[in-house]
């Protein structure tokens, strides 16, 4: 029987997180902590748990079948006593969500905000990342992104309604370049362009035609080449060229006139958010989540 259910708990970080460091910072102890608890438990399962090298750790096997037998059981404590906590409307515990810049930081930001001040006790961890991210194998408890076509194993809630995207300009860059009044006319000009991070390939501009309703999709050559949005906006301020990129983002600088949109009869607007999680029971923290995010 083990002594001190703590060093499990400190195993499964340590898992989760591949590093010894990470954990030791989660936890908000040392290092050393981290790796005597790690030791201690290794003598009472008679083997080692991790390989370790001085650029990452990973379990052996009898480590990984020690987290996939452990993990599931110290989830469902967590949310028993979530559930307990919520039933003394004390919603406690934590939600670790990843989704785009745009989702995170505009989009959804002022739901996120209006969240976290009706339940002070909870800790609510956003990672912004533009990958499209595996939820169940990097371990969030949902993730974000546009569209409901996603995998069987999960559920997928509407949280926003459909992104519509711009081209924007400064003033002081259409007065020296002119213009465009349709794609075509793009060719003359500098585009200030998205990486895209999990292919790797840049990111076309997509238009429908006010005539006939077609798609056109429009590469750019040349250019800024950014992986972010708000580094792409501030390219677009600075003067340094166009940008294709939700309305929304840049609501901000079209009303205050930093900003122009352009090309507006040719705009396309794509599925909303949704909010994605596995398809199991949610917890009472996630439920209040979705309630707060779902329109």
């Not at 569209?147 to 069987?152: A, E, P, S, Y």
Request: proline share 5%; aromatic share 8%.
């Amino acid at each position: 029987m083990f002594e001190n259910h703590q060093d499990l708990r400190t195993f499964l970080l340590v898992a989760e997180t591949e590093s010894f460091t990470k954990a030791a910072a989660q936890l908000g102890v040392s290092r050393s902590a981290v790796s005597q608890s790690i030791s201690q438990l290794e003598r009472q399962f008679g083997t080692r748990l991790f390989h370790r090298s001085t650029r990452r750790v990973a379990t052996t096997d009898i480590g990984e079948q020690l987290f996939q037998q452990v993990a599931p059981l110290f989830q469902e404590i967590d949310q028993k006593m979530s559930e307990v906590l919520s039933s003394q409307n004390q919603l406690r515990g934590t939600l670790r969500i990843t989704g785009t810049p745009h989702a995170i930081n505009t989009a959804l930001r002022e739901k996120f905000s209006q969240f976290c001040k009706q339940n002070p006790n909870m800790t609510l961890e956003l990672s912004v990342d533009m990958r499209f991210v595996d939820i169940i194998k990097e371990r969030f408890d949902a993730g974000i992104r546009t569209g409901d076509v996603l995998n069987n194993d999960v559920v997928a809630i509407k949280i926003s309604e459909p992104n519509t995207m711009c081209c924007v300009a400064s003033p002081a860059y259409l007065a020296e370049n002119g213009v465009p009044h349709q794609p075509s006319d793009l060719t003359a000009h500098k585009g200030i362009r998205f990486r895209l991070p999990t292919l790797g390939g840049l990111l076309n501009w997509e238009f429908i035609s006010p005539d006939n309703h077609e798609k056109t999709v429009w590469v750019q050559q040349g250019g800024i080449i950014v992986n972010d949005p708000y580094t792409a906006i501030n390219a677009c301020l600075d003067g340094l060229g166009i940008v294709w990129i939700e309305r929304s983002a840049v609501g901000h600088y079209l009303a205050n006139g930093e900003l122009v949109s352009i090309l507006d009869d040719w705009a396309i607007s794509y599925p909303p958010y949704y909010l994605y999680y596995p398809n199991r029971h949610p917890s009472p923290l996630l439920k209040a989540l979705i309630e707060a995010l779902k329109v």
